[in-house]
């Protein structure tokens, strides 16, 4: 049997909880447990409140048999320098349904604690703000996507829709600081102005982008200045003109901190290494010291 090392430990009922959290509604932790091993009720029992200790070989396979667990478990291991990182690489609508009810669980989890904290490195206008309207959110999949919006948006099937739109409401809850870049809301309408240059879009779509564009940044200015956002969320906001950290959202919440860090278009590197995360809040700590109140200007 392979065990632990004896500098490492792990909180096991805790990864049972997150295990159970994982399932699909319909799904019994029992049930799912005698499905994949040969445990009697009593085992069964004695694993669940840790009388009975998982061996190594339970949790890698439980880990293969439910996406995201070992991501989401990873803080129970506590050793030096653990380093765990999970790719979320978006390449087709399966892949999106999926990587959205990731960010709606976790947004979830951190609403359920009243102390968490949301901090959010944007070089252009984040991705969360997409998910505000149903034709942006197609114009920035059609964008990933590289598919020519001149004959109509992309479908988008309702579910992904409304789960985007279920993210951008738990956001608005969220209490959070945002770190955007001076030039993000100008680089996102010469990115329009480009797209319909080449033709990648009509110009009754480009007209209609840019308004929501407007739209969006006097909402984001008004809730900067109000220092609230419109769901309720705590807000503050400030521009840096010396721009250095990437596109990244850090998420803190029942004491469990996260890094999400964009590579490019939609393919992000989730960590929780500790490391990681220090840094992180160090370089973010000293942007947001010598930046400047958030304050756009339409054109």
């Known amino acids: 049997m392979n065990k632990f090392p004896a500098s490492i430990s ?19 932790l029992s049930d799912f447990l005698s499905e994949h091993f040969n445990w009697s009720r009593a085992t069964q029992y004695k694993k669940l409140n840790g009388e009975s200790k998982l061996q190594l070989e339970d949790i890698l396979l439980l880990a293969a048999l439910v996406p995201d667990l070992a991501m989401e478990a990873s803080d129970l291991f506590k050793a030096q320098n653990l380093n765990v990182v999970q790719i979320h690489t978006v390449e087709n609508l ?33 991705l969360l703000y997409f998910f505000s309207n149903a034709d942006l959110f197609r114009y920035k999949w059609a964008f990933w996507s590289h598919t020519p919006c001149i004959d109509g948006m992309p479908f988008l099937p309702p579910i992904i829709l409304n789960t985007a739109e279920r993210i951008y409401n738990l956001y608005e809850k969220l209490n959070g ?4 870049n001076h030039y993000a809301f100008e680089a996102q309408r010469q990115q329009l ?32 200045a109000n220092k609230r956002k419109a769901g309720g969320g705590s807000y503050e906001a400030k521009l840096d003109w010396r721009f250095s950290l990437n596109n990244g959202l850090y998420l803190k919440y029942h004491k469990e901190e996260s890094l999400n860090t964009s590579v490019h278009s939609l393919h992000y590197v989730k960590s929780v290494n500790r490391r990681l995360l220090k ?8 942007h947001w010291e010598e930046s400047v109140r958030l304050k756009f200007h339409s054109s």
């Open 94 to 126: 399966e892949h999106l349904e999926r990587y959205l009810f990731t960010i709606e669980d976790m947004f979830k989890t951190a609403l359920s604690d009243p102390n968490h904290c949301l901090q959010y490195v944007a070089r252009d206008l984040p």
């Open 193 to 224: 102005n480009r797209d319909l240059e080449i033709e990648f879009i009509r110009p009754s779509q480009h007209a209609q982008l840019m308004q929501y564009y407007q739209y969006l940044e006097a909402k984001i200015v008004e809730a900067a």
């Open 10 to 28: 792990f909180r096991q009922e805790s990864f049972f909880r997150i295990l159970k959290s994982k399932l699909k509604p319909e799904e019994d």
């Open 279 to 286: 840094h992180f809040k160090n370089d973010w700590k000293n």
């Open 177 to 180: 600081f945002e770190l955007w």
